[in-house]
């Protein structure tokens, strides 16, 4: 091959990825957009983590694609942050949400290829969703709070600690049910938050009080 042909060569495969790179990715623009509104508002606790662990993980891989009516349900929403709302839909339909290429519906190589990406993404979801609420269990007053006020939370990690090593991911996530119960739950973080403070300072009354009468009058 002669040098002209290796430089229109390369000067194709250029333009080809930076046209690929540059195809609008609706989903990730459209959380993008709610990043940049947490930043804004200062926002920076555990929603913007699993935001940010969103745009990285589908930034870097081109194989995890979602049905368009799927976006349009994610982003298009005007109660509930788009970021919950996609972990909550990865978690309920599973394979159901994504997208396969052209490619892979008539090459059965590119088929296993996108199918073994979207079975690593869905660990990945997986993880993200248990340090998504590990880091919301942060955020609250007193160390079980979230367990108390969400169950099912408690259940869900007990799972994933004892029996991760046994069983499937697809399989620890099984009951859907408990997984839609709480991200209904979710939606009354800021109230349960606020019970939990206010917990939190009833005790710490009521121990300051059982220690005066301990101590007598002299405390």
């Known amino acids: 091959m002669t040098m002209r042909k290796i430089l229109i060569s390369l000067f194709y495969v250029i333009c080809t990825s930076a046209e690929i790179y540059a195809a609008p990715n609706p989903l990730l623009h459209c959380l993008a957009k709610e990043e940049a509104q947490l930043f804004k508002q200062k926002n920076l606790g555990s929603l913007y983590r699993l935001n940010q662990e969103f745009i990285n993980e589908l930034a870097s891989s081109s194989d995890i694609t979602l049905k368009e009516h799927f976006i349009n349900e994610i982003c298009e929403t005007k109660t509930t942050s788009p970021t919950i709302k996609l972990l909550r839909m990865l978690l309920l339909k599973e394979s159901e ?3 396969y290429s052209q490619i892979a519906e008539t090459d059965q190589s590119a088929q296993i290829i996108q199918k ?5 993404f869905q660990k990945q979801v997986i993880r993200f969703f248990t340090h998504f609420l590990a880091s919301i269990q942060s955020e609250m007053a007193t160390p079980y709070c979230l367990e108390k006020a ?8 007990d ?15 099984k009951d859907k049910n408990k997984i839609e119960s709480i991200f209904k739950k979710l939606e009354f973080l800021p109230s349960i938050k606020r019970e939990c403070v206010r917990n939190a300072e ?3 009354k009521k121990l300051v009080r059982k220690m005066k009468k301990k101590m007598g009058p002299n405390l």
């Open 97 to 99: 949400i994504y997208e």
């Open 202 to 204: 009833s005790a710490e």
């Open 159 to 173: 799972r994933l600690k004892y029996l991760e090593e046994e069983i499937s991911f697809h399989e620890l996530l």
């Open 150 to 157: 969400i169950p099912e939370t408690k259940i869900l990690f």
């Open 116 to 120: 073994s990406s979207i079975n690593e």
